[in-house]
């Protein structure tokens, strides 16, 4: 069965950092790649990371870049997401999602193949 289980969500003053954890099983971890995306309420869903397990590459959102880190355990099966100088316009549900195209770059242009079910993210002002 595959899973894909996020954590590490929570509530955080404006400034602060949070680390997503994203832990993965039941396909092979190592040919696919890894994205982080986000959905605030009454907006639509965007990519916000991604990161490729077959050659560790990564790609960003603009709005992301410079504070945000993601990162991979190939060894954990576990892609992590280093949040910092967190705003309240990062508030929004956090997802993982794996894509076999496994290129960070294309990350979701074919459409992810698996999604976890989020964790909450809340930034106070």
């Known amino acids: 069965e595959v899973q894909l289980v996020e954590s590490g969500g929570g509530l955080v003053q404006a400034g602060g950092s949070l680390r997503l954890s994203c832990a993965a099983s039941?396909?092979?971890?190592?040919?696919?790649?890894i994205g982080w995306f986000r959905q605030a309420p009454g907006k639509e869903r965007e990519a916000v990371s991604c990161?490729?397990?077959?050659?560790?590459?990564?790609n960003y959102t603009d709005s992301v870049k410079g504070r945000f880190t993601i990162s991979s355990d190939n060894a954990k099966s576990t892609v992590y997401l280093q949040m910092n100088n967190l705003k309240p316009e990062d508030t929004a549900v956090y997802y993982c999602?794996?894509?076999?195209?496994?290129?960070?770059?294309?990350?979701?242009?074919?459409?992810?193949?698996?999604w976890g079910k989020g964790t909450l993210v809340t930034v106070s002002s």
């Open positions: 039941g396909f092979t971890f190592d040919d696919y790649a």
């Open positions: 990161i490729s397990n077959k050659d560790g590459k990564t």
């Open positions: 999602a794996a894509d076999r195209f496994g290129v960070a770059a294309l990350c979701g242009y074919y459409g992810m193949d698996y």
